[in-house]
């Protein structure tokens, strides 16, 4: 199974900050990984996929970055709606599997 | 727009089989578009893939549930479902179906699936004595 360790667990940060959230492969997964936002009580919301192809109707200052093992998702100039736990997915090979989480939450 | 429902009981006993149907609307259970699975969340913690059905029937499964995941679909009533057996408190989850596009790759040369875009809103099973 690919491993997905995601970093950090949590953050805290202001409204108007840059935040970067990574996760890494245990094995290489090329460019097959997407980026999903998940606000309690909700299903998650995929922002990003193919590691750097912004999803339809998200807004651009979310990015995906990165290829092989190591990938990163940005936010630059943090809104306050975007205070939620975000996930990683590699959907390279099976079983699929999620990255740990990153809760971000207010400064 | 794909729109999908879980529906299926909140409560259930230990050793009892959970039966979930995510009903689909805006698009068609039969299409070659569209993959369909399953994803849970226990309480407090991070998500976890079940298993997929793919358009010609077959399945990809977590091989930390394989021995107790049925996975199917059924084009009559535009649906797929989820049955896992022999649950416990360990199953207490939120429980979301979702779908994923398939697509030819011309990096990867192959028709693969895409990671999952449109979710159900989720369903709680509790699993308690």
């Given at each position: 199974?690919?491993?997905?360790?995601?970093?950090?667990?949590?953050?805290?940060?202001?409204?108007?900050?840059?935040?970067?959230?990574?996760?890494?492969?245990?094995?290489?997964?090329r460019y097959v990984?997407?980026?999903?936002?998940?606000?309690?009580?909700?299903?998650?919301?995929?922002?990003?996929?193919a590691?750097?192809?912004?999803?339809?109707?998200?807004?651009?200052?979310?990015?995906?970055?990165?290829?092989?093992?190591?990938?990163?998702?940005?936010?630059?100039?943090?809104?306050?709606?975007?205070?939620?736990?975000?996930?990683?997915?590699?959907?390279y090979?099976?079983?699929?599997?999620?990255?740990?989480?990153?809760?971000?939450?207010?400064? | 727009?794909?729109?999908?429902?879980?529906?299926?009981?909140?409560?259930?006993?230990?050793?009892?089989?959970?039966?979930?149907?995510?009903?689909?609307?805006?698009?068609?259970?039969?299409?070659?578009?569209?993959?369909?699975?399953?994803?849970?969340?226990?309480?407090?913690?991070?998500?976890?893939?079940?298993?997929?059905?793919?358009?010609?029937?077959?399945?990809?499964?977590?091989?930390?549930?394989?021995?107790?995941?049925?996975?199917?679909?059924?084009?009559?009533?535009?649906?797929?479902?989820?049955?896992?057996?022999?649950?416990?408190?360990?199953?207490?989850?939120?429980?979301?179906?979702?779908?994923?596009r398939n697509y030819y790759d011309t990096r990867r040369r192959s028709t693969v699936t895409d990671?999952?875009?449109?979710?159900?809103?989720?369903?709680?099973?509790?699993?308690?004595?």
């Amino acid at each position: 199974d690919i491993q997905m360790t995601q970093s950090p667990s949590s953050l805290s940060a202001s409204v108007g900050d840059r935040v970067t959230i990574t996760c890494r492969a245990s094995q290489d997964i090329r460019y097959v990984l997407g980026w999903y936002q998940q606000k309690p009580g909700k299903a998650p919301k995929r922002l990003i996929y193919a590691a750097s192809s912004l999803q339809s109707g998200v807004p651009s200052r979310f990015s995906g970055s990165g290829s092989g093992t190591e990938f990163t998702l940005t936010i630059t100039s943090l809104q306050p709606e975007d205070f939620a736990t975000y996930y990683c997915l590699q959907y390279y090979s099976y079983p699929l599997t999620f990255g740990g989480g990153t809760k971000v939450e207010i400064k | 727009q794909l729109q999908l429902q879980e529906s299926g009981p909140g409560l259930m006993k230990p050793s009892e089989t959970l039966s979930l149907t995510c009903t689909v609307s805006g698009g068609s259970t039969s299409s070659s578009s569209y993959s369909w699975g399953w994803i849970r969340q226990p309480p407090g913690k991070g998500l976890e893939w079940i298993g997929t059905i793919y358009y010609s029937g077959s399945t990809d499964y977590n091989p930390s549930l394989k021995s107790r995941v049925t996975v199917s679909v059924d084009t009559s009533k535009n649906q797929f479902s989820l049955k896992l057996n022999s649950v416990t408190a360990a199953d207490t989850a939120v429980y979301f179906c979702a779908s994923a596009r398939n697509y030819y790759d011309t990096r990867r040369r192959s028709t693969v699936t895409d990671a999952f875009d449109i979710w159900g809103q989720g369903t709680m099973v509790t699993v308690s004595s």
